[in-house]
Antibody, heavy 118, light 112 residues
Framework: QVQLVQSGAEVKKPGASVKVSCKAS????????MHWVRQAPGQGLEWMGR????????NYAQKFQGRVTMTRDTSISTAYMELSRLRSDDTAVYYC???????????WGQGTLVTVSS | QSALTQPASVSGSPGQSITISCTGT?????????VSWYQQHPGKAPKLMIY???NRPSGVSNRFSGSKSGNTASLTISGLQAEDEADYYC????????????FGGGTKLTVL
């Protein structure tokens, strides 16, 4: 069965960086885009960007341009999302979610809570 | 402020039907049939309930249905059950130059 297993919760200071991993199993990793979506406490979902694991090509939301980097390691079927220059309002649960080239975002990871606090 | 507009809350009694609206623009909801709906229970990841406006993934109850008219998409849940109580989010592809996908602000469904 499809599984996306994310790394554990992180606590970071303002100005630091965080790197969240997302290990995929149960399907061909390079056959589906990986999207990243975040959810601040008590708030809605916010699309951050996506990576094509086959080519490594990325598309980031303009809001995060210059601060976010999405990468992947196909040898271990894992996608990564790194966010730099963290601020308190980056405190959120970060989700990875897979999407076929044609079709919806269909499976989500369990989420990773990133807390930014001095 | 979310790109797609949803009511903050809706409620209904068991057995009743409810509809949640999702209003966008011609650059997203109105321009493409790529509207999805997600259900999220507290502390859980979102779950896909409807895709491409009105299609149900395998395993999703046929009590859930979707539609679209102009720039507004809708999710209807019939025969409400206690387990339907959750947050619901719509999402759409967008032709915006600043992002690829947009979400609604979410709707809290309460089953009375």
């Amino acid at each position: 069965q499809v599984q996306l297993v994310q790394s554990g919760a992180e606590v970071k200071k303002p100005g630091a960086s965080v790197k969240v991993s997302c290990k995929a199993s149960g399907y061909t990793f390079t056959g589906y885009y990986m999207h990243w979506v975040r959810q601040a406490p008590g708030q809605g979902l916010e699309w951050m960007g996506r990576i094509n694991p086959n080519s490594g090509g990325t598309n980031y939301a303009q809001k995060f341009q210059g601060r976010v980097t999405m990468t992947r390691d196909t040898s271990i079927s894992t996608a990564y999302m790194e966010l730099s220059r963290l601020r308190s309002d980056d405190t959120a649960v970060y989700y990875c979610a897979r999407k076929p080239q044609r079709g919806p975002i269909d499976y989500w990871g369990q989420g990773t809570l990133v807390t930014v606090s001095s | 402020q979310s790109a797609l507009t949803q009511p903050a809350s809706v409620s209904g009694s068991p057995g009743q039907s409810i509809t949640i609206s999702c209003t966008g623009t011609s650059s997203d909801v109105g321009g493409y049939n790529y509207v999805s709906w997600y259900q999220q229970h507290p502390g859980k990841a979102p779950k896909l309930m409807i895709y491409e406006v009105s299609n149900r993934p395998s395993g999703v109850s046929n009590r859930f249905s979707g539609s679209k008219s102009g720039n507004t998409a809708s999710l209807t849940i019939s025969g409400l059950q206690a387990e339907d109580e959750a947050d619901y989010y719509c999402s759409s592809y967008t032709s915006s130059s600043t992002l690829e996908r947009v979400f609604g602000g979410g709707t809290k469904l309460t089953v009375l």
